[in-house]
């Protein structure tokens, strides 16, 4: 379990917005799940929908640490100086706020790495990233 206090940056913001910015390489569905099986807690309340948070909330998050804090080993299959192989892990997508092109960018500190195409969630692939 976790538990957050909300700060100002996110009064009256969604809940999701709050915990996707405290867990950023933690994927969307797995905080839909959560609040299907009511394990998140706003002041102690179970809440199932998106809710809007306040300043000074107390949000308690009943989700595996190892959900919450997923760590993505880079397997570089390739590189040079304008493209970029990884075997991507399955159950991670290529784009979107909790992806393997968000997870590469803060990698390498480095926004212009844009991927050439996508792959599924569920699927192990070498996925190719393009750098500018």
């Known amino acids: 379990m976790k538990i957050l206090i909300v700060n ?5 913001k969604k809940l999701l917005t709050f915990l996707k910015h405290e867990f950023p390489s933690t994927s969307d569905s797995t905080f839909y799940k959560a609040l299907r ?4 807690r706003i002041n102690d309340i179970k809440v199932s929908e998106n809710a ?18 997923q760590k993505i080993e880079l397997k570089i299959v390739y590189e040079d100086k304008n493209i970029l192989v990884i075997n991507k892990p399955k159950e991670i997508e290529v784009t979107g706020e909790s992806s393997l092109t968000s997870f590469v960018q803060a990698y390498f500190s480095n926004n212009q790495i844009l991927p050439c195409h996508r792959l599924d969630r569920n699927t192990t692939r ?4 393009c750098k500018k």
């Open 8 to 12: 100002n940056k996110f009064n009256n």
């Open 37 to 40: 099986k009511k394990d998140i």
């Open 52 to 69: 809007i948070v306040h300043e000074g909330d107390e949000i308690k998050v009943y989700i595996s640490d190892t959900h919450l804090e």
């Open 126 to 129: 070498s996925c190719y990233l």
